[in-house]
């Protein structure tokens, strides 16, 4: 009797846990974040009046480029204030190894730098063929986290470490030294980021100071704000009263009321005389 006894109550017990398992397995969970794009964000560097002065001076640049510059300027001059690489090299190597954003892996990963998996990478992969087939590259949710990851990948490595011995306006040494540390295969590619950079005067964000930066900030923020509409001033129409007129018949011409036109000319009755001017708005 007692064995029966304990059984049920282990039974129960065992029901008991399995419903309340159940519960909390359907539970949903309604408090999702979602994380929104950070490029809008982003400051000025004046990088539109900095595209338009090119257009200027060689309407034959690239349309894709200069479109590249104006989105991704200000990201590469934040970067450089926090990591110390010039804008410049970031700026002409995510041009150079996205295709101005517009490559495969740069349009559906977000990788604009070419960076490949390597070892202790734990975020989201995608294959490509590059030097050798379905090699492993490394895909982003935001291009953002890209540029910061190039920031990270080129700080974060010994070979790299005399680069950050140069002087930020020392683009040429910046180009030449990223190709002796193994950057990247391509014996021509010191000559294509400066070709790059010079073409599209990439050096200028190289310039701006963080101080300058803020600045900048503060006065975007300020040309943001929606100007006040001004409404033009309605020139005064009048009304020259002829043989047979009454202030209803007027009114009705004019698609007012006559106690309008009584207000506005100061009419204490309705009374008018011919070649008497009326004030209709």
Not at 184 to 211: G, M, Q, S
Not at 228 to 248: Q, S
Not at 259 to 281: D, E, F, H, P, R
């Amino acid at each position: 009797m007692k064995i029966k006894f304990f059984f049920g109550v282990l039974c129960i017990l065992f029901l008991a846990s399995c419903s309340s398992s159940r519960k909390i397995s359907t539970k949903k969970n309604n408090n999702v974040k979602v994380v929104k794009n950070p490029i809008n964000k982003l400051p000025s560097v004046r990088q539109q009046q900095h595209v338009k002065k090119l257009e200027k001076g060689n309407k034959s640049l690239n349309k894709h480029t200069l479109q590249y510059i104006k989105k991704y300027a200000p990201l590469a001059v934040l970067e450089m204030h926090k990591y110390d690489i010039p804008a410049s090299i970031t700026l002409a190597q995510g041009i150079l190894e996205s295709g101005n954003g517009r490559s495969q892996l740069a349009s559906k990963s977000n990788n604009h730098f070419g960076i490949k998996c390597h070892v202790g990478w734990k975020g989201q992969k995608v294959y490509h063929d590059d030097d050798e087939k379905g090699e492993c590259f490394r895909k982003y949710k935001f291009v953002e986290t890209s540029y910061k990851d190039h920031s990270e990948f080129l700080s974060g490595r010994r070979r790299y470490a005399n680069l950050f011995k140069l002087r930020k306006s020392d683009y040429k040494g910046w180009a030449k030294g990223l190709k002796k540390a193994g950057y990247a295969t391509d014996k021509n590619y010191p000559k294509k980021l400066i070709k790059i950079i010079e073409t599209y005067e990439l050096h200028e964000f190289d310039k701006i100071r963080e101080k300058d930066l803020k600045r900048v900030k503060k006065e975007t923020s300020k040309t943001e704000r929606k100007p006040k509409i001004k409404t033009k001033k309605r020139a005064k129409k009048y009304y020259e009263v002829k043989k047979g007129d009454t202030l209803y018949s007027i009114a009705r011409k004019y698609e007012t009321s006559v106690t309008k036109l009584k207000k506005v000319n100061a009419l204490t009755g309705n009374t008018l005389s011919i070649g008497q001017k009326l004030l209709i708005n």
